[in-house]
């Protein structure tokens, strides 16, 4: 049972446009979202977060957007540079827990 | 280096040995995570432990893996009698509070190999 699902394995985009990175999960009771970006080899980095309480959280290039009543939410990078290429997850927790639910993944390619 | 530190970052077992990793959190965190990576796919929660104490175990499997979080050291993820299944990537993540909307900070990982 995927509670947080990453439908697109990869991406590419063009150095200087934007990327969006989408995660959808279906736990009603998660209320606090997280993106992490990874390279080969190395952990998970934190880059972004979102209560439930808010839509939108912005970061200088980075922009979560949280739907509730879609369940969705949303990574949007811009402008995209080439160091921005690495895998990006997507995680959930809940009120009733600690651990974080992760996506599969969305490996992002910026190119030149 | 005030970051998750584990170690080693890469442990070769032979089917039948034991595996040790280990994590020291960041600095002012006492709550620790394990999570495990398969190959292709995301993290999976395994343990969640503060201080000598064990809160959350319900991702570990139910024999031949144990942790701990000893009130002086590292917390230490233990392998007993390793499978070729056990390999994967381990990472280690802490937070200064176990609730609250903290962030989790993550260790680079242990890559197991099972030869």
């Known amino acids: 049972d995927q509670q947080v699902k990453q439908n697109s394995p990869s991406l590419s985009v063009q150095e200087g446009r934007i990327s969006i990175l989408n995660c959808d999960y279906t736990?009603?009771?998660?209320?606090?979202f997280l993106w992490y970006k990874k390279y080969p080899a190395e952990g998970p980095t934190f880059l972004i977060s979102?209560?439930?309480?808010?839509d939108k959280n912005e970061d200088g290039r980075f922009t979560v957007f949280l739907n509730k009543s879609a369940k969705h939410l949303s990574l949007h990078i811009v402008p995209s540079q080439p160091g921005d290429s690495a895998v990006y997850f997507c995680?959930?927790?809940?009120?009733?827990?600690?651990?974080?639910?992760f996506g599969t993944g969305t490996r992002l390619q910026v190119f030149p | 280096n005030a970051g998750v530190m584990q170690n080693p970052r890469h442990l070769v077992r032979r089917r039948g040995q034991e595996a040790r990793l280990r994590c020291s959190p960041m600095?002012?965190?006492?709550?620790v995570y394990w999570y495990r990576q398969l190959p292709e796919e995301g993290l999976k929660f395994m343990v969640y432990?503060?201080?000598?104490?064990?809160?959350?175990e319900s991702g570990m499997p139910k024999e031949r893996f144990s942790a701990e979080f000893p009130k002086e050291g590292p917390s230490i993820l233990r392998i007993q009698q390793v499978v070729r299944g056990d390999s994967a990537a381990y990472f280690c993540?802490?937070?200064?509070?176990?609730?609250?909307?903290?962030?989790?900070?993550f260790g680079d990982g242990t890559r197991l190999s099972i030869l």
């Open positions: 736990n009603s009771m998660f209320d606090y």
């Open positions: 993540a802490s937070s200064p509070q176990g609730r609250g909307n903290q962030p989790q900070h």
């Open positions: 432990l503060q201080k000598e104490n064990i809160i959350d």
């Open positions: 995680a959930a927790s809940d009120r009733s827990a600690d651990k974080l639910i």
């Open positions: 600095k002012g965190h006492s709550h």
């Open positions: 979102i209560s439930s309480i808010k």
